[in-house]
């Protein structure tokens, strides 16, 4: 039976405090749709972006973009990573407005979806039948060695018997981070746990009661530093040596911090679209209008000349306006501008 071994920290007991005052803060707040719905967007990109990328993807996020909007007509191995995840990240916020329970054939499909075309059939959304090690991404030796494929189907068990169990008893955050680290323990697959383990907890995260959750990007946060996060999320040695010993505690820590970091970047952008009382220009709006007005229309290369706002952000400007009756837009794509709208 699978016990985890770890304290409730300081750090963690702190954390989890802040992310709770975070998540109350946001979930008192009333955004407009409109902002919503670009928000979403920009947050699975990010999402796509970082998850592939710390598996050594090289795509930029302006690429992933790209990919995302345009498929391309022959793909590349790293475009197929960037449409898989996309897909099954898809598929998994729909399984969380459904409440899915979490079990092993929904890992099995989400796996299946990421590493579609990329690894050989009998081994796409299926479990290990062989031995595998884990490499010093530097020096390629072998630093650590996954339980006997023959004992995964047990350990798999043990630990979703676990999530199941723990759900009403263990705060959302810890039980998702145990999950997580034990997930990448086990290596319950030849190819593809990374992505799979950071989808899933996706989903365990769910629980902790965000109502913007789709506008959240966890994976953002281990992009940042993937030495650190592949230095907390492993272990070292032989699975049979450790398995006892691990200590969750560390990681859970950092886990935290990074739930912290991605609320913080979230609420930022929210705070930033929140719905006012009433209607207000602020002085970058009041600058977009008075170009159109001079210039006869406007769009986003000169927007940005105009103010230093960031890209997502000056979309929201611009959805922000045609939401108050103020510009219409015209064209789309690469050719989009507005105009302010006639009485």
């Known amino acids: ?3 985890p071994k770890y304290i409730v920290s300081a750090v963690i007991l702190s954390n989890i405090k802040r992310i709770a005052v975070l998540i109350a803060e946001l979930n008192g707040r009333t955004f407009p749709d409109v902002a919503l ?13 970082a998850s592939t990328s710390i598996e050594g993807n090289p795509l930029s996020l302006t690429d992933v973009k790209r990919i995302l909007k345009h498929t391309p007509a022959h793909l590349r191995d790293t475009e197929k990573e960037v449409l898989n995840y996309n897909k099954a990240l898809f598929m998994l916020n729909e ?19 990421v590493m579609r075309d990329l690894i050989g ?6 479990l290990r039948k062989e031995s595998v090690f884990v490499n010093n991404p530097r020096l390629q030796n072998p630093i650590y060695l996954p339980p006997d494929h023959g004992d995964v189907p047990k350990l798999m068990e043990e630990l979703l018997v676990y999530v199941k169990r723990s759900t009403d008893k263990i705060d959302s955050l810890i039980l998702a981070g145990i999950f997580h680290k034990q997930f990448v323990i086990i290596h319950p697959f030849m190819d593809g746990n ?4 950071r989808l899933t907890t996706k989903m365990l995260l ?19 530093n993937v030495s650190r996060y592949f230095q907390k999320v492993g272990v070292l040695g032989d699975y049979y040596d450790i398995a006892d010993t691990v200590d969750f505690t560390q990681w859970l820590e950092y886990f935290t911090d990074g739930i912290i970091d991605e609320l913080l970047r979230v609420k930022k952008i929210l705070y930033a679209v929140s719905v006012e009382p009433e209607k207000e220009l602020k002085i970058h709006h009041k600058k977009m209008i008075e170009y159109i007005e001079k210039n006869g229309y406007i769009n986003d290369a000169l927007y940005a000349k105009l103010t230093p706002r960031a890209k997502a952000t000056r979309t929201l400007d611009f959805n922000k306006l045609i939401e108050w009756g103020e510009i219409v837009r015209f064209e789309k794509g690469r050719k989009t501008y507005y105009k302010v709208r006639q009485s």
């Open 1 to 3: 039976m699978f016990r």
């Open 95 to 113: 399984s969380m407005r459904q409440n899915k329970v979490l079990v092993l054939s929904l890992i099995l499909k989400i796996h299946a979806m």
């Open 37 to 49: 719905m670009e928000l979403e967007k920009n947050a699975r990109e990010v999402s796509v972006s």
């Open 194 to 197: 990374g992505r799979t383990v």
């Open 121 to 126: 059939t009998s081994r796409c959304g299926r």
């Open 206 to 224: 769910a629980g902790m009661g965000l109502d913007t959750f789709n506008l959240f990007s966890f994976e953002n946060y281990y992009n940042k």
